[in-house]
C-alpha cells in the first residue's frame, strides 16, 4: 500500500503499473522490490512493525502472566524483528 501511495514519486507509476500486471519470474521480483525499497516502503513497514512491536511489549508488561512464557514471547518477537530487519 505504502509503494502504490508513492505512485506519484519518480518511479512510482512504473511500480504501480508492474503490480498491476503481475510479478512472474524471480527477477520481476527482486526489482520491484528494489524499487519499492527507493520508495521508502522497506523503512516505513520496519516503521510500522516496530510501533506495533512496542505496543504489544507494552500490553505484554500490563498483564499478569507467569514471566518464563511473557519472557518467550518478548524473545520470539524481539527474534522476528531482528530476523525480518
Do not use: Q
Amino acid at each position: 500500500m505504502h509503494a502504490l501511495g508513492a505512485a506519484a514519486a519518480p518511479g512510482g507509476r512504473e511500480l504501480a503499473d508492474r503490480l498491476a500486471r503481475g510479478i512472474t519470474t524471480d527477477e520481476e521480483a527482486e526489482a520491484t522490490a528494489a524499487k519499492m525499497e527507493r520508495l521508502g516502503s522497506k523503512a516505513f513497514c520496519e516503521h510500522v512493525a516496530r510501533e506495533s512491536l512496542d505496543r504489544a511489549l507494552e500490553a505484554l508488561g500490563s498483564v499478569d502472566l507467569c514471566e518464563g512464557p511473557a519472557a518467550d514471547l518478548r524473545t520470539l518477537a524481539s527474534y522476528l524483528m531482528e530476523r525480518t530487519g
